[in-house]
């Protein structure tokens, strides 16, 4: 198949899911698996074929082999999560309104894949607002006075800091007119070819707006605020979504500008920000993943703190950097969504998101906890799975250059702590004890499916480098500007 | 660019414009009442159609009449009417927990400019840049910008907050006509109907606050912390 095929299948896939769950109200669950199913392979067969930055469809969109990346990180999570949302609305309490659940969550989906794609600075800009949109009413789908609290927030805020980035777009193609003339289109190509050529003053301006707008979305500390609410009150597929998916889609335009400086040759400083921003993130999840009370919450500092180390890991730079970063981008989406499968099922059976009233999770979710608590310890990045491995390859980026070399040293530190704090709540959840066992349904099948598949594909990870990982990361690396 | 050979009477007009459309937010600032704001909106709306109607004359661009019909339409009018019904249906007219006073609003609003003026004028003197109209553009961007957080930072009820972020985006537009009126159509319009979404989301969730929460004002939701 062509790679504009392969786009127009995945673009398609999960507006068929929305059409049907609105149209046809019934079945739904099912078409929207089926969708993820399509879209999963399909992403891949984008992935291996994007050899080269290629523009379709009359400039609209883009696709290059970073930007393939997030669009199979997003399709990995769509499809774990789409399994597990059989399972676990199931047990809703309106069953008439699970069809408008599934046409907003294809409709996600389908903004998450559509946001990377962009080719237009604009238009990526437009993507993000979207998806924040359409996800604020499957935060608050469940209509609780915490969940609406969380989806106003999460809107407010968002919307308010993404605004942000768009006068940092205004500005570097205002920069862009005195290279370019008055009209011309600002997308990612013409902006790493401008760079160079336009004001300083402009592209840093720009560059900071950006960053700080769309670290809003990215959820990197201190403008994350908004995160532990949105991804703790959400449906737990969603908040999986929310965590898996879209903070990569937000991280990747981060990651564009910052190629831009690197290629306009304006050194290292940008990276420092970047850096900075990771350290507080880490810091931030850190604190408040030691003493959380809320499962799903601490689940959200989690994300926090794995973004931290994302941001670190483009921040160090380097082929070390990057490679740490993208890999560290595709299993924290298979960790995370596996964590939030398993946080699903035990708020379901116990009914409560209350740490301290889980107890004795092995005999209240035979089998499955086990699976669950393999993820926590990987979430924590030790080994034998993905995580250890990337989370390893940031540190050492950061070791190898010697002016970060503190901050290595930190970041260590600061992942020894969240080691610790995290494993520690799940050390009193598992201990037996006398409590009962809770009356809340345990999860199914498919339930089991996704936690399955995902503990083996981190495993793997763990155990075994793709070889094509190193040719793509490569060209990434090179395509980014950080070797020459 | 256009902004920098202006003939002495449009580049007056458009500097008037921009100083209006400012002031209409220091009018958002120092009321309480929520029909203020919205009439003060509309009002810096409509400046920013005739602005853009003005700039696509001036520079020639035909799609900028276009734009400001757009603009006139749903920001002047669509929006603020759409607003006005969420307001008849919630029964709020006025802000009634401020944390700060609006006085006061208003003293650190001119701090803001201030600090928008200086940010401006750095920006002027890298790219030697002295026309008084694109400088002017700048500060106002900036300054309509930080007032618009302002808003969203020291006012509670939930119609507020929506005004707030629709401030920022205009002082975005606004600054946007003078400085590049060449960015493309498309984007722009499209960046219309995004807001037209927004708001309309907006305008659910208040409802549904409304529903679940009981009240529209923010510090109702303080549930979730730590």
Known sequence: MSASTLIIVLLAAPLVSVLWSLLVRRAMQWVNLLAALVCFPVSILLLIGATAPRIYFEQMLYVDRIGAWVLMCVAVVYLLASFFAVDYMRHGEDARRLPNFYALFALFAWTMFAAPMANMIGVYWIGIEMTTLVSTFLVGYERRAESMEAAWKYIIIVSGGISIALLGTVLLYWGGTFVLGPTYTLDWSTLDAIAPKMPAVLLQLGFLLALVGYGVKAGLAPMHTWLPDAHSEGPAPVSAMLSGALLNCAMLGIVRFLAATDIAGHGVWPHRILIALGVASLVVGALFIMRQRGLKRMLAYSSVEHMGVIALGFGFGGLLGVFGALYHMLNHSINKTLMFIGAGSAVHRYGTHDMQQMRNLPVAMPGLAWLWLAGAVAITGAPPFGLFRSELSVLMAGWMHGGTRWVAVLFLLLLIVIFIGFLNHFRQMYVPSEAPAPEGPLPGVMTWIPMLLAVAALLLLGLWWPPLFTLWFGQIAHQLGAVS | ?226
């Not at chain 2, 659910?204 to 510090?219: D, E, K, P």
Request: charged share 10%; hydrophobic share 65%; proline share 2%.
């Open chain 2, 1 to 226: 660019m256009v902004a920098l050979h202006l003939s002495p009477l449009l580049a007056s007009i458009f500097s008037l414009i921009a100083i209006g459309a400012l002031l209409l937010s220091f009018v958002m600032l120092g009321s309480r009442w929520l029909k203020d704001y919205m009439l003060a909106f509309a009002v810096q709306s409509w400046l920013i159609a005739i602005l853009s109607a003005l700039m696509g004359w001036a520079g020639g661009y035909t799609e900028l009449y276009f734009v400001a019909v757009l603009t006139a339409l749903f920001r002047g009018l669509v929006l603020p009417m759409m607003l006005l019904w969420v307001l008849k249906r919630l029964h709020v007219n006025r802000e009634l927990h401020e944390i700060v006073q609006p006085s006061t609003a208003l003293v650190i609003g001119a701090v803001l400019v201030i600090f928008g003026v200086v940010v401006a004028y750095r920006i002027g003197h890298a790219l030697d840049i002295e026309t008084r109209v694109v400088l002017l553009a700048l500060t106002v961007m900036l300054s309509i910008k930080l007032i618009g957080f302002l808003m969203l930072a020291i006012r509670r009820e939930a119609v507020s907050s929506i005004l707030g972020i629709l401030m920022l985006e205009n002082g975005i537009f606004l600054g946007s006509q003078i400085l590049v009126p060449g960015m493309p159509l498309m984007i722009e319009l499209v960046l219309l109907f995004d807001l037209l979404v927004a708001v309309t989301c907006f305008a659910v969730l208040v409802r549904y606050l409304m529903a679940s929460v009981g009240a529209t004002g923010s510090q109702a939701l303080q549930k979730l912390v730590g």
